[in-house]
Nanobody, 120 residues
Framework: QVQIVESGGGLVQAGGSLRLSCVVS????????MAWYRQAPGKSRELVAS???????DYAAAVKDRFTITGDVAKSTLFLQMNNLKPEDTGVYYC??????????????WGQGTQVVVSS
């Protein structure tokens, strides 16, 4: 079975930093991409940053100058370095993995989420 475990969330004052980690147990499936999403209270889930198998990255405009996504997709590990945190960054952060299942890449795999709370 596929298991995704996130860690690193917590409480931090505005301007502080956190580093989120994600480890995926793929049950033999190859990982083609990974991403961090977040969901603030009362809002829909949104993409924070993504990392492809080839190493390409993408960031939401709100975090591009402050967050850095790194990892090894082939090894199904992912990190998110979050600097200069703002109260608007508060939310539950989810790790997402796209796995090759048969001939298809499926992005149906999610972690349980890790809570990030940024106080003002």
């Amino acid at each position: 079975q596929v298991q995704i475990v996130e860690s690193g969330g917590g409480l931090v004052q505005a301007g502080g930093s956190l580093r989120l980690s994600c480890v995926v147990s793929t049950s033999g499936f190859s990982t083609h991409g990974m991403a961090w999403y977040r969901q603030a209270p009362g809002k829909s889930r949104e993409l924070v940053a993504s990392l492809t198998y080839s190493g390409a990255t993408d960031y939401a405009a709100a975090v591009k100058d402050r967050f850095t996504i790194t990892g090894d997709v082939a090894k199904s590990t992912l990190f998110l370095q979050m600097n200069n945190l703002k109260p608007e960054d508060t939310g539950v952060y989810y790790c997402n993995a796209g796995l090759l299942v048969g001939l298809d890449v499926r992005y149906d795999y999610w972690g349980q989420g890790t809570q990030v709370v940024v106080s003002s």
